[in-house]
Nanobody, 124 residues
Framework: QVQLAESGGGLVQAGASLTLSCAASDTFSLYYMGWFRQAPGKEREFVGGIRWSLGITYSGDSVKGRFTISKDDTSNTMYLRMNSLKPEDTAVYYC??????????????????WGQGTQVTVSS
């Protein structure tokens, strides 16, 4: 069992930047780590992910060019740097981990491990 904990959410104005962190209890067993978000009344949406061992990153279409994923192997932490934030980025942001080789980085159903979520609110 892998524990994940997000931090760094908050209230910001449109155009601002924010960095979220996801600390994992263990990354040795993880194939993918991902960021997802969910706004009220909407389905959980893929934001981005990383193939942990190789450091290959992936971005969701709605955030491509604005959000960047990175990692720190020494602290087992994944980051989501969010630039040029828009009101439509408002959501609860979750990090997730999958130990399963060959699964889809963007499918939330392929992730068995989830953090508790952190709220990001972007005001106009």
């Amino acid at each position: 069992q892998v524990q994940l904990a997000e931090s760094g959410g908050g209230l910001v104005q449109a155009g601002a930047s924010l960095t979220l962190s996801c600390a994992a209890s263990d990354t040795f067993s993880l194939y993918y780590m991902g960021w997802f978000r969910q706004a009220p009344g909407k389905e959980r949406e893929f934001v981005g992910g990383i193939r942990w061992s190789l450091g290959i990153t992936y971005s969701g279409d709605s955030v491509k060019g604005r959000f960047t994923i990175s990692k720190d192997d020494t602290s087992n932490t994944m980051y989501l740097r969010m630039n040029s934030l828009k009101p439509e980025d408002t959501a609860v942001y979750y990090c997730a981990g999958s130990p399963i080789w060959g699964t889809s980085v963007s499918n939330p159903s392929d992730y068995p491990y989830w953090g508790q979520g952190t709220q990001v609110t972007v005001s106009s």
